[in-house]
């Protein structure tokens, strides 16, 4: 697991693999009211080019008004898609509509600087670039196109192009600051999926480095159950001296072995219980129903404060047995329970410096996002409960 986060960080820095959220959403939002903004602009004009048409080419001005108010329509029912088949078909209509306009204009006996389909060219001219953010030189060839058709349309009818020159010296001007100010709002998107990135990466340096500790934690608390046992039993003098304390070692060095850098996300803790409960010198009833896999740092805290507890109940509960009991209970919780008829103890005297309660059973299982609770009174056994998750409810 750690080692996939510290990739995951590493491929922060790598090669731009494409818009980010920010971006993606400003692409979205300038499609879709781009599209609103040309259509509330070409349906009025269009309506009234129509009534201004002179008189007997009412007709033709009507279907130019037709082609312009059904194209707006057609993009407002039918959103553009990503693949490039319908990015061409899109724009292929876009340019037949454009020049259909343009070039409709001596039909329509209204070439004029001031009339509607000028209106049509230079809204397009505007909404293009935020139309096609992704594709600019297609939106940018498409508005080009629509210029170039009603020119050509007005120089066909009038007979002269040099009217026509302001005209289309202001379309290019607000073709240019319009993909001028789609850049700059785009660039403060970019910006702001960079700082969303480097949080994100902050957030997996951090989750790395929580990793890491944990394991250290993990390990250096295995360290203490294995090493101390194995010391008590030195000091204690059981068994059959040598052998006993060579095969006790030999099972911490495994144990050791497998707690630091472990790749196993999930653990049978069923057989974890059911390795902690042999070559004990009591007897341990153990009563294990079906678990499922937990996640190796609660089922590595069970395991290793019921390995504690038992630790205890030899080495002062004056207990020949001990019931061991793990199930889930019905909120679908894991409830591991240690049960010994022995001599007990009031929690509440026990010396702060002693850790095998406190630190191996109860802190490491808060660590784990658990709960340990341990109950005991004097010559009435004692109780060790875990439940995992802890959901401080009961």
Same mark, same amino acid.
């Given at each position: 697991?750690?080692?996939?986060?510290?990739?995951?960080?590493?491929?922060?820095?790598?090669?731009?693999? $494409?818009?980010?959220?920010?971006?993606?959403?400003?692409?979205?939002? %300038?499609? #879709?009211?781009? /599209?609103?903004?040309?259509?509330?602009?070409?349906?009025?004009?269009?309506?009234? @080019?129509?009534?201004?048409?002179?008189?007997?080419?009412?007709?033709? %001005?009507?279907?130019?008004? $037709?082609?312009?108010?059904?194209?707006?329509? !057609?993009?407002?029912?039918?959103?553009?898609?990503?693949?490039?088949?319908?990015?061409?078909?899109?724009?292929? /209509?876009?340019?037949?509509? &454009?020049?259909?306009?343009?070039?409709?204009?001596?039909?329509?006996?209204?070439?004029?600087?001031?009339?509607?389909?000028?209106?049509?060219?230079?809204?397009?001219?505007?909404?293009?670039?935020?139309?096609?953010?992704?594709?600019?030189?297609?939106?940018?060839?498409?508005?080009? !196109?629509?210029?170039?058709?009603?020119?050509?349309?007005?120089?066909?009818?009038?007979?002269?192009?040099?009217?026509? !020159?302001?005209?289309?010296?202001? /379309?290019?001007?607000? !073709?240019?600051?319009?993909?001028?100010?789609?850049?700059?709002?785009?660039?403060? %998107?970019?910006?702001?999926?960079?700082?969303?990135?480097?949080?994100?990466?902050?957030?997996?340096?951090?989750? +790395?480095?929580?990793?890491?500790?944990?394991?250290?934690?993990?390990? &250096?608390?295995?360290?203490?159950?294995?090493?101390?046992?194995?010391?008590?039993?030195?000091?204690? $003098?059981?068994?059959?001296?040598?052998?006993?304390?060579?095969?006790?070692?030999?099972?911490? &060095?495994?144990?050791?072995?497998?707690?630091?850098?472990?790749?196993?996300?999930?653990?049978?803790? $069923?057989?974890?219980?059911?390795?902690?409960?042999?070559?004990?010198?009591?007897?341990?009833?153990?009563?294990?129903?079906?678990?499922?896999?937990?996640?190796?740092?609660?089922?590595?805290?069970?395991?290793?404060?019921?390995?504690?507890?038992?630790?205890?109940?030899?080495?002062?509960?004056?207990?020949?047995?001990?019931?061991?009991? %793990?199930? +889930?209970?019905? #909120?679908?919780?894991?409830? /591991?329970?240690?049960?010994?008829? @022995?001599?007990?103890?009031?929690?509440?005297?026990?010396?702060?410096?002693?850790?095998?309660?406190?630190?191996?059973?109860?802190?490491?299982?808060?660590?784990?996002?658990?709960?340990?609770?341990?109950?005991?009174?004097?010559?009435?056994?004692?109780? +060790?409960?875990?439940?995992?998750?802890?959901?401080?409810?009961?």
């Amino acid at each position: 697991m750690v080692g996939g986060l510290r990739a995951a960080v590493a491929g922060e820095g790598g090669a731009r693999a $494409g818009p980010g959220a920010a971006e993606r959403e400003l692409n979205r939002a %300038a499609e #879709r009211y781009a /599209v609103w903004l040309r259509t509330a602009v070409i349906v009025p004009c269009a309506v009234f @080019g129509f009534f201004a048409a002179p008189s007997g080419r009412e007709p033709v %001005a009507a279907a130019l008004a $037709g082609v312009a108010i059904g194209w707006c329509a !057609l993009h407002l029912v039918r959103p553009r898609s990503r693949s490039r088949r319908d990015t061409w078909s899109v724009a292929a /209509v876009d340019g037949v509509v &454009l020049v259909s306009i343009g070039l409709g204009q001596p039909v329509a006996g209204t070439p004029d600087s001031g009339s509607w389909v000028l209106a049509v060219v230079s809204i397009t001219a505007v909404t293009f670039p935020y139309e096609w953010p992704t594709k600019p030189l297609v939106g940018g060839a498409l508005a080009v !196109l629509g210029l170039g058709a009603y020119v050509a349309g007005s120089v066909a009818y009038s007979g002269e192009w040099w009217p026509m !020159l302001p005209p289309a010296v202001r /379309v290019l001007t607000e !073709l240019t600051l319009s993909r001028l100010s789609y850049v700059l709002v785009r660039s403060q %998107a970019r910006r702001a999926d960079r700082l969303t990135g480097r949080v994100a990466a902050r957030r997996r340096e951090a989750a +790395v480095t929580a990793a890491r500790r944990a394991g250290e934690r993990e390990y &250096l608390a295995t360290l203490h159950d294995t090493a101390s046992a194995t010391l008590l039993m030195v000091a204690a $003098g059981t068994g059959d001296g040598t052998r006993r304390v060579a095969e006790r070692a030999r099972q911490d &060095l495994e144990e050791l072995a497998r707690v630091p850098g472990s790749d196993v996300s999930r653990v049978d803790l $069923g057989r974890l219980l059911a390795t902690a409960t042999r070559r004990r010198a009591v007897l341990v009833r153990s009563e294990i129903g079906r678990l499922p896999p937990l996640p190796a740092g609660p089922a590595l805290a069970v395991f290793h404060g019921v390995r504690e507890a038992l630790t205890n109940v030899e080495r002062h509960a004056e207990a020949a047995e001990a019931a061991l009991r %793990a199930e +889930v209970d019905e #909120r679908g919780r894991i409830v /591991v329970e240690l049960r010994d008829r @022995g001599r007990g103890f009031d929690p509440d005297e026990v010396s702060p410096h002693r850790r095998g309660v406190s630190g191996s059973i109860i802190e490491r299982m808060a660590a784990a996002g658990g709960r340990a609770l341990v109950t005991s009174r004097p010559g009435r056994g004692t109780t +060790v409960r875990w439940t995992w998750p802890d959901d401080r409810d009961g």
